[in-house]
């Protein structure tokens, strides 16, 4: 498994490792809102992720964590209409997902405005590094990917 991917997974499974007593009442389950594709071309990043996450939760962190996913079909209008409903509607305070850097770069305004602390777990446009103060991200940008490539590809035919 590649680094990236690996530290991927760690970040999302302590999310489900901490208490829930340090984000809200600790009778209350934790609103996490997924944005992430779950039906159309791309559904099995979507769905790979929801099964995950949801292993995680019941597996990990006992239940404590109520996810709200929403299906952005790795689309910018999808993404939107996603972010609205989590935002407005669920009132989610955390958001995650995006493997589509589409998906993540039409809808991380608004998660920003609101105040939604947003973990962007696969998507790699650069643009989201510029995302703002509740953006944050797990997977690396187009170029340092590439960069990584290169060395390594570099490396193995020296």
């Known amino acids: 498994m590649k680094r990236q991917t690996v530290s991927s997974l760690v970040l999302v ?5 901490l208490p829930v ?8 389950p934790v609103k996490i809102g997924v944005s992430t594709s ?8 979507g769905t790979d992720m929801r099964d995950f996450m949801i292993f995680a939760n019941e597996k990990i962190a006992g239940g404590r964590y109520k996810l709200v996913f929403e299906d ?13 409903k989590l935002i407005d509607v669920e009132k989610v305070r955390y958001v995650t997902g995006f493997p589509c850097s589409g998906a993540a770069l039409a809808a ?5 405005k609101a105040g939604v602390l947003t973990l962007v777990a696969f998507a790699s446009s650069p643009r989201i590094a510029d995302g703002g103060d509740f953006v944050f991200r797990t997977f690396p940008g187009d170029q340092e990917a590439a960069s990584l490539l290169f060395s390594y590809m570099k490396g193995r035919h020296s």
């Open 38 to 45: 779950l039906t159309g071309d791309v559904a099995t990043y």
């Open 108 to 112: 991380l305004p608004l998660y920003e």
């Open 21 to 28: 007593g340090i984000f809200a009442d600790e009778n209350a």
């Open 13 to 17: 499974l302590a999310m489900f490792a």
């Open 72 to 84: 952005d079909r790795c689309g910018g209008r999808e993404a939107v209409t996603a972010a609205h």
